[in-house]
């Protein structure tokens, strides 16, 4: 009976998705035409997928930045601001007003190494979506839902893999605290905040369709997602990056079952 639950939340949030954001603006998703900048980032692509960011990817200003991650994913004004400022170094002009999605792809500026789902620059392309890279990540993903500990695993799990075979591997301090941010994200996004969960199936079809899961049944969340929000979701992933344990934890209390990589 999948359908009759699923189709009516289809029909809803399609007629959500014209209202909601600002009056008139269309929210349909189109992927990228001939001439559509996109960048390394899955949610600027997707939000611009949507038309919460202009959907060309260029001349993203603050006021767009902040309307679309308010609009898109209910950010508050003063963490989209911070990320603005993070952000628009990316444009080489002095005083630059505004970034493009292609400007985030310059490598080893905000674009790093050990990505969920782009590749590392020296194997190929760091900026599209890479299936093999991503399924290397989501092999970590042991269950129906996400846990902090499964995507810890798959962050410090790339990075190994980075770190052994990419002899350019970079990956700094500062890499470290914005890679904490983007593996927390799609809990941000699509999840629980305060336990810090997610549904696989939704992350799994953002990251390869750059679409919000919206025929899945998510709408966007109703709490502000604020710098708090997102301080205890990194603490959370950055603790569980931690290989060691406490002398009481023990494997056995894990309830997988499934383990991919050894058998
Ligand atoms: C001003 C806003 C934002 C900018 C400029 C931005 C920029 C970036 C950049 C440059 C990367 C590439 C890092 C890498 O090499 O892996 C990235 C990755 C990522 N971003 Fe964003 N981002 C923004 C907002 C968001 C938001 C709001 C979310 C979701 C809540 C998000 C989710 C992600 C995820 C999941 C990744 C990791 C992709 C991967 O590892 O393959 N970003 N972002
Ligand atoms: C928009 O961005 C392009 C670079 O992609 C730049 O050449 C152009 O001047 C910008 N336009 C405005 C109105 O800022
Ligand atoms: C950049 O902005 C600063 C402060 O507003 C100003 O002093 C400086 O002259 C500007 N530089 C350029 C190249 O526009
Ligand atoms: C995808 O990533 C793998 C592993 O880094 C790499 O070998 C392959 O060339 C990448 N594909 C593209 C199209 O960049
Ligand atoms: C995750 O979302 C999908 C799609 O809405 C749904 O079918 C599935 O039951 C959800 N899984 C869990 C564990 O809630
Ligand atoms: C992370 O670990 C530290 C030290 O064990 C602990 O004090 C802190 O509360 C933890 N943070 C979260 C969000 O779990």
């Given amino acids: 009976m999948q359908f009759s639950l699923l189709a009516p939340t289809f029909l809803f949030a399609q007629v959500l998705g014209q209202t909601y954001g600002h009056p008139g603006v269309d929210h349909a998703w189109v992927p990228a035409g001939p001439g559509d900048f996109r960048g390394p980032c899955p949610m600027m692509n997707t939000l611009a997928n949507h038309g919460f960011l202009q959907r060309d990817g260029r001349n993203i200003t603050r006021e767009n930045a902040v309307n679309a991650l308010k609009d898109g994913l209910n950010f508050n004004p003063t963490l989209a601001n911070i990320m603005f400022d993070q952000a628009i170094i990316a444009n080489p002009e002095p005083n630059a007003s505004y970034f493009t999605l292609d400007h985030l792809n310059k490598h080893n500026l905000l674009e790093h190494d050990a990505s969920l789902s782009r590749s590392d620059a020296y194997f190929g392309n760091n900026h599209v979506f890479n299936q093999t890279v991503f399924d290397e990540t989501r092999s970590w993903w042991e269950g129906p839902v996400l846990t902090a500990d499964m995507l810890a695993n798959s962050k410090v799990a790339r990075q190994l893999s980075s770190k052994a075979f990419n002899p350019t591997y970079v990956f700094t301090l500062v890499t470290e605290e914005f890679s904490l941010g983007e593996v927390v994200a799609p809990v941000i996004a699509f999840g629980d905040t ?67 990589h050894f058998g």
């Avoid at 899945?216 to 990194?234: F, K, P, Q």
């Fill in 194 to 260: 305060d336990a810090i969960t997610v549904n696989r199936t939704l992350v799994e079809y953002f990251f390869e369709n750059e679409r919000l899961p919206t025929e899945l049944g998510w709408t966007r969340r109703e709490e502000v997602v604020s710098l708090d929000t997102i301080h205890h979701a990194t603490d959370t992933i950055r603790n569980a990056t931690r290989l060691y344990t406490d002398p009481k934890s023990s494997l056995s209390k894990r309830k997988s079952s499934r383990n991919p």
